[in-house]
């Protein structure tokens, strides 16, 4: 058979995808030798109906009549490597050399520009022979019968998740920083629109494969190793939703005070940090959200879809109201910005903008790694590009313009500025207007918190063991631990809120998303071998170092550490630091993505020209 040999060390390592390493052809394939004492690594052929007579060629420029062959260390009289190889590779394999879900070589580069990238077919396949610790049925591949979410779907999604108090509480948060109307909005915007980026190409890779975030980022932290990511967006997933259920539950001791017109007596309990009236309303929202996550992920599609028209309605009435009562747009939007020359902030305008741009991008980082365990439900990737594209940004403009003129309003209306939505609506006066507010929030809370909040937690821990966690399973557990963080002490003032718990996250989730991002589209051009994201076998492309990819685990602690002086400042544990680690704290999603993403891709490139190099 004519073909060229390679050395039986490649089975055992990562080749560069296109690769690009170089084969002698001192030997014609003819004289290669029975071996009668096999390797005991795969031998890999690479076969072809035509010897070339270069002496050297790219293996990528060979033509789709070659083929691979992996003959098995067990069979008898395999093929010998008498062949002369240029390069003697020791080193572990570099991942997209192969394709082994199809058994073809995958040495070519997709084709085409960055729109074309973005718009390519879906690509689900079924992984083969799957480590049954590594998949379940929330984790297998959803297949072409299973995409059911559309560009609107998608779009509701975003309405869902981006009308809810956390979002109104944030605007409101800019007023309270000093911020007028329009710079507030002007910064929303460009900071959603700075997050869209990672949030589309994260979810590139969901709608192709049909993967969740714990499955995709296997390929760049390793089988083991993603776990670490993983783990960490469900510590801040079960942040978010003990804040949500709080707020939630708020809503209904608001609601209950409105129906009883008399308000209900609360005293702080000391070790809770709360009243009992107020732990009990937040325990009954808790167990109503419980209920949506029994039924599993297509209830809350259902959810998304059906609340979205409601949640606008109420939106819409709520700003009415503040233009009523404040006397029109002009008093309620002409609050200045306290940053304009004789301000009591003149001067500090972008000192406060870069914290507050970052805290934006981070609302969303949580999302923008695990946007996956959705897209992969989309129809095809126009849906999850075009849902995405309308759902989060003008809709996050549009309802944080319903926050910030509504903050502003109070000023007018009260006297002061109000962020707390729930405070503004239990000072509506009228019964039934406040009445239907409030379920108005009830409503908002749960369509934002269990999209949200609850599905990447759940997922991560589906991914520490997929034959013993369910999607319900981990649900509930998620839901459980969202108790123990005692979410009320987070949002206790402003400056906890964005500096300690947007900024202070976004420095861990920041690192990750470059790394995930840099991974899928940059080293392994959008292509992925699904047969071993299942796979614990040390010959598989994923499993690294013992399953974790120590490049990636470095370039994420070397993106966080730089975050860490700004982070114990912002909690008190230190008092003074210098003031570029408070700079690089305000703008932690940034420095974390970049550094991570620029580490990452070097380290990797250099291991892959080492691999080459070496003889």
């Excluded at 084709?111 to 992984?127: F, N, Q, T, W, Y």
């Excluded at 502003?408 to 009228?430: H, K, N």
């Excluded at 699904?530 to 040390?538: E, G, I, K, M």
Aim: net charge positive; proline share 7%.
């Amino acid at each position: 058979m004519p073909g060229v040999i390679l050395h039986p060390t490649l089975a055992a390592c990562h080749l560069p995808s296109p690769l690009r390493w170089r084969i002698s052809s001192s030997y014609p394939p003819e004289k290669a030798k029975r071996n009668s004492n096999p390797s005991s690594c795969s031998r890999i052929l690479v076969t072809s109906p035509t010897w070339a007579h270069s002496e050297n060629f790219k293996l990528r420029r060979m033509s789709e009549e070659r083929r691979l062959l992996l003959e098995s260390n067990d069979q008898n009289g395999g093929l010998s490597t008498n062949f002369g190889i240029r390069k003697h590779f020791t080193c572990r394999a570099y991942d997209s050399a192969f394709d082994s879900s199809n058994g073809t070589l995958d040495s070519s580069q997709p084709s085409g520009g960055l729109l074309e990238a973005l718009l390519e077919p879906i690509d689900p396949r079924l992984p083969k022979n799957p480590d049954k610790s590594l998949i379940n049925e929330d984790f297998s591949p959803s297949l072409p019968e299973q995409r059911t979410f559309s560009v609107w779907d998608l779009a509701s999604l975003w309405v869902g998740l981006v009308v809810g108090i956390p979002t109104y509480y944030m605007a409101g948060s800019l007023v309270e920083m000093g911020m007028a109307w329009w710079q507030g909005i002007l910064t929303v915007l460009a900071g959603n629109l700075i997050v869209l980026v990672p949030m589309v190409l994260s979810g590139h890779g969901g709608t192709k494969y049909g993967l969740p975030f714990p499955v995709l980022s296997r390929a760049a932290f390793g089988i083991r190793g993603a776990n670490v990511p993983s783990l960490l967006r469900a510590l801040v997933g079960c942040g978010w939703f003990g804040i949500q259920t709080w707020i939630g539950g708020q809503a209904i001791f608001q609601l209950l005070n409105a129906l009883l017109q008399n308000p209900i007596q609360t005293s702080v309990i000391p070790f809770l940090g709360t009243s009992f009236p107020e732990f009990v309303c937040f325990l009954v929202f808790w167990f109503m959200q419980v209920g949506i996550i029994w039924n599993g992920i297509e209830s809350i599609r259902e959810m998304e879809k059906y609340c979205a028209p409601v949640l606008i309605g109420l939106s819409a009435s709520l700003l009415a109201w503040a233009v009523y009562r404040a006397g029109g747009f002009g008093p309620m939007l002409s609050t200045p910005s306290q940053f304009v020359p004789g301000g009591p902030k003149e001067g500090q305008f972008w000192a406060a903008f870069f914290p507050a741009l970052t805290a934006n991008v981070g609302f969303w980082a949580t999302l923008s790694l695990n946007i996956p365990d959705f897209t992969r439900y989309a129809r095809s990737q126009k849906d999850q590009l075009v849902g995405q594209a309308l759902g989060l940004p003008l809709v996050m403009a549009a309802f944080t313009f319903v926050g910030l003129a509504v903050t502003s309003a109070t000023v007018v209306v009260f006297g002061r500025a109000i962020s707390d939505p729930i405070e503004v609506l239990s000072l509506i006066g009228s019964v039934i207007p406040t009445l239907l507010s409030l379920v108005g929030v009830i409503l908002a809370t749960i369509t934002t918190n269990i999209a949200a909040n609850v599905v990447a937690p759940a997922n991560a821990l589906v991914n520490l063991n997929p034959s013993f966690f369910s999607f319900r399973k981990a649900g509930l557990i998620t839901a459980t631990l969202s108790i123990l963080l005692a979410p009320w002490r987070l949002i206790q003032s402003t400056q906890g809120f964005i500096y300690t718990w947007l900024i202070g996250y976004s420095a861990l989730l920041g690192p990750v998303g470059g790394i995930v991002i840099t991974d899928y589209f940059v080293i392994r051009k959008r292509r992925l071998d699904v047969t071993d994201l299942f796979s614990r076998s040390h010959q598989g492309k994923y499993w690294y170092t013992q399953g974790f990819n120590l490049r990636a685990l470095a370039a994420f602690v070397l993106g966080v550490l730089p975050n860490i002086p700004g982070f114990l400042l912002s909690v008190g544990f230190i008092e003074n630091i210098p003031r570029v680690y408070q700079v690089i704290y305000d703008n932690s999603w940034f420095v974390g993505f970049l550094l991570s993403s620029a580490l990452y891709w070097v380290s990797t490139a250099m291991a892959k020209r080492s691999a080459v190099s070496c003889t």
